[in-house]
């Protein structure tokens, strides 16, 4: 039973209250509280005992006085234990803005805090790009049920994310209490994959065949001075065995790129089917 009960009694009357609504008064069979006669959870008369008490009894005090109105108000307020369902506790540690840097694909710990005093728990993690609204969007995997436990971490996989920086928050519900949330006190900031570019004149045999390292974000490719100087808009940068194909728009400096890729841009790739005639034609290695 979830509501609680209280009776109160004078020497000239008994009242029943639910929470803080008296339910009626009476005072029949009144006589004086004796420990060898009274009883709690069922009627007794001498050595008859009738009627017990459905359900449970979980606190029990006797005063020497009646209650007054405002002390039963007080008692309904703040109801002795099983009459409340605790509602779960949840702070969320990490990120917290130190320390958090990752790049995409990388994995990294949510850690926080989780207790529900009377129900097993667990929470749901989001990543959201401010710290407000609970608009964000759900983390999926092991952070989608993280159990309770203080400093508890759970593993969030960072493949397919937008580079950028982002709060984190949980949200948790015992079945019985409006849902608790909590966000990160920080951010994680998600950098671009530092990647491997294998790259190639469209305009020549292809011989000449180049790997360095390159960043590539928000549709901008960025290649060291030496490797800038050998390629041009109208060629194609794969980076990485098997990865996607970008096809050089513009040139923005002797080093920044615009890039497309249909998948990542938007943009349309640059013949898939020829660059791969292309390659075996050449039978370039790596490709
Ligand atoms: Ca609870
Ligand atoms: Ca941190
Ligand atoms: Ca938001």
Redesign the pocket.
């Known amino acids: 039973m979830a509501s609680c009960h209280h009776g109160a009694r004078s020497k000239t009357d008994r009242e029943l209250y639910v929470g803080t609504v008296s339910q009626d008064t009476d005072n029949t069979n009144m006589g004086t509280l004796n420990y060898d006669t009274a009883s709690i959870g069922f009627l007794r008369a001498s050595t008859w005992t009738a009627d017990p008490f459905l359900g449970t009894i979980d606190d029990v005090r006797i005063y020497d006085r009646a209650l007054s109105t405002a002390e039963i108000s007080a008692l309904a307020a703040s109801p002795p234990g099983a009459c409340a369902n605790s509602a779960p506790t949840l702070t969320v540690n990490e990120p917290d803005g130190t320390s958090d840097s990752v790049t995409v694909g990388d994995d990294y710990s949510i850690d926080n805090d989780l207790a529900d005093t009377d129900n097993t728990v667990t929470v749901a993690f989001y990543y ?9 969007t759900a983390i999926s995997g092991a952070c989608a049920t993280a159990a309770e436990g203080t400093s508890v971490t759970c593993t969030w996989d960072t493949t397919g994310m937008t580079p950028g920086s982002y ?1 984190v928050y949980g949200v948790t519900n015992d079945g019985t209490n409006p849902d608790v949330t909590d966000y990160s006190p920080g951010q994680i900031t998600i950098n671009a994959a530092a990647i491997t570019a294998i790259y190639y004149s469209v305009g020549t045999d292809a011989t000449a065949l180049y790997s360095d390292t390159a960043s590539a974000s928000s549709g901008t490719l960025t290649l060291n001075s030496a490797a800038a100087s050998k390629i041009g808009v109208g060629d194609e940068i794969r980076v990485g065995a098997g990865a996607d194909r970008y096809y050089i728009t513009g040139r923005n400096s002797s080093t920044e790129f615009t890039i497309q890729n249909s998948a990542a841009n938007g943009g349309t790739p640059w013949g898939y089917e020829h660059c791969v005639c292309k390659h075996e034609h050449h039978d370039l290695p790596g490709i």
């Open positions: 959201d790009t401010d710290s407000s609204g609970l608009d964000g709060y």
